[in-house]
């Protein structure tokens, strides 16, 4: 049983920062891609950012050159920095994890991964 605890939500005004963290129970952490999605109101889930277990990134095109994804494969963490928000940024932020061969990430959809976290809210004012 995979369990992923979100936290580092919060309310900002528009072209602040937020950092958000994942810890991920699980073993062999380097084996799983790991991802952030979120889900504005209304809309369907969408991939934020994915990241390899060595370390290889990818972004949806909107937060290209804001948001930065991160993992610790010794701490079981990810991270999330998100700079320069903007008020399309807010939604519930979910952190997910799928295990692979080699921790290599099997796409951006939210049906490539089978582990949720509950979610943790970021909300962006103008």
């Known amino acids: ?31 799983y891609c790991m991802a952030w999605f979120r889900q504005p109101p209304g809309k369907e889930r969408e991939r934020v950012a994915t990241i390899s277990g060595r370390g290889g990134t990818s972004y ?4 290209l050159g804001r948001f930065t994804i ?16 903007k008020p399309e940024d807010t939604a519930p932020y979910y952190c997910a994890a799928v295990l692979t061969p080699s921790g290599a990430c099997p796409g951006d959809r939210p049906y490539n991964y089978d582990n949720w976290g509950q979610g943790t809210q970021v909300t962006v004012s103008s």
């Open 1 to 31: 049983q995979v369990r992923l605890v979100e936290s580092g939500g919060g309310s900002v005004q528009a072209g602040g920062s937020l950092r958000l963290s994942c810890v991920a129970s699980v073993d062999r952490y380097s084996s």
């Open 60 to 63: 949806t095109d909107s937060v």
């Open 70 to 85: 991160s993992r610790d494969n010794a701490k079981n963490t990810l991270d999330l920095q998100m700079n320069n928000l």
